[in-house]
């Protein structure tokens, strides 16, 4: 169920979590709850989870959702910084603090001022960084390098990580007390090999930015379709990404299926390695459903992929394009006499009666409610889910 802090977070005016954090599982809702739980908060946040899952992503979104939205969000990758200049990175260096140093520089720490200080593989920082990390995060202040002059550090700090920092709190590599002051709220990113139900709305968010940036689009078979949902994706979702933007350049405008994928993605379902997580069934289940309401000769090999998500409940354009071909729904009278109304609120229950009244009219087959209501087949489910609009 999604909570109050949730439901306020989805609809920030800045950012809509469920176009940002895509998905339709458990784990990816899970992950857009805790996000919307935390992000109002001034709480550092320690996001761990496999490279390529999408942490500076979740960081953002954190960001975006919180009061700091306005100010900036600064990134900085703690592993790529050699260490003798990371210092000077995150305090800024006066004037001549050493050789190089020509001019006095802002480090991101000053940069990141009244925003979020994103710091990506915490667990690359040198132990001596880690020391004077800490005093910042405890004392809220700073010197720059060669100075002298106190800096506030009024900064919220979300750190990322793809490695196991208790282990090397144990072997003595990473401080205990550090890893204590990061990780206030700790949010695991799911890997997307235990996402396989995400697949889909993933591929064809990659597919429509390839369209947009390049003007060229691909189509994917159900086979195809269906072997990606069981591939292990080491790569996460980045290999996702990648593997799309591959295919783009390889088949513009071409439908591809299962001969066309490169070696490994076209391995067959006994080849992939299975993990608890995984069940083929829901993932066949899943994929039944995007092709269940096509027709025979065309649901055999395109995967006609959803449009990217739109649930913003303030654009009902589209719900009455076709009033007149349903039922008769029951008004919506305002009675200002007894006082103001929540205009946001009172649309939603007209959306919400007009959804309801396009399911029952197409005995709840969602993508001919769909196109009485001119939506796309996945908004309307995504508004049935957001709504908790089901069949009796």
């Not at 490695?163 to 072997?171: F, H, I």
């Not at 000769?297 to 354009?317: H, M």
Request: contains cysteine.
């Amino acid at each position: 169920m999604v909570g109050t802090a949730t439901a306020e977070a989805l609809h920030h005016p800045r950012v809509n979590l469920e176009q940002v954090l895509v998905g339709a599982g458990s784990a990816i809702a899970n992950l857009r709850s805790l996000v919307a739980q935390v992000a109002p908060k001034m709480a550092s946040v320690l996001l761990q989870g496999e490279s390529g899952t999408g942490k500076e992503v979740v960081a953002r979104a954190i960001h975006d959702c919180s009061t700091r939205s306005k100010a900036p969000f600064v990134a900085v990758n703690c592993g790529a910084i050699p260490a003798e200049l990371l210092e000077s990175e995150l305090f800024g260096h006066e004037k001549g603090a050493f050789t190089g140093a020509v001019a006095a520089r802002k480090g991101r720490f000053e940069l990141a001022e009244g925003g979020t200080l994103f710091l990506d593989e915490i667990g690359d920082m040198p132990f001596d960084m880690q020391v004077k990390l800490l005093r910042v995060l405890q004392e809220r202040t700073f010197e720059r390098v060669g100075g002298t002059k106190l800096q506030k550090a009024n900064v919220r700090i979300v750190a990322a990580t793809h490695q196991n920092l208790e282990g090397k709190v144990e072997s003595g590599d990473f401080r205990m007390d550090l890893y204590y002051r990061l990780n206030v709220f700790p949010i695991d990113v799911p890997p997307l090999r235990d996402r396989p139900e995400d697949i889909p709305l993933l591929a064809q968010r990659f597919i429509n930015l390839q369209q947009e940036q390049n003007g060229e689009a691909i189509s994917l078979s159900r086979d195809a379709l269906t072997q990606l949902c069981q591939c292990d994706w080491q790569g996460n979702i980045r290999e996702l990404g990648n593997l799309i933007e591959r295919l783009t350049i390889l088949y513009p405008g071409e439908v591809v299926d299962t001969q066309k994928l490169p070696g490994r993605y076209a391995a067959s379902q006994a080849d992939w390695v299975q993990t608890p997580r995984h069940d083929p069934e829901a993932v066949a289940k899943f994929i039944d459903d995007l092709f269940k309401d096509m027709d025979d000769s065309t649901q055999e090999k395109v995967a006609v992929l959803p449009a990217p998500v739109d649930t913003g409940a303030e654009d009902l354009s589209g719900l009455f394009a076709r009033a007149d071909q349903l039922p008769p729904v029951t008004p919506h009278v305002v009675d200002f006499s007894v006082g103001d109304i929540d205009l946001k609120e009172h649309l939603a229950e007209i959306e919400k009666d007009l959804i309801f009244a396009a399911l029952e009219h197409s005995d709840w087959v969602n993508a001919q409610a769909a196109k009485r209501l001119n939506l796309q087949r996945t908004t309307l489910v995504e508004k049935m889910r957001k709504y908790d609009i089901r069949r009796s």
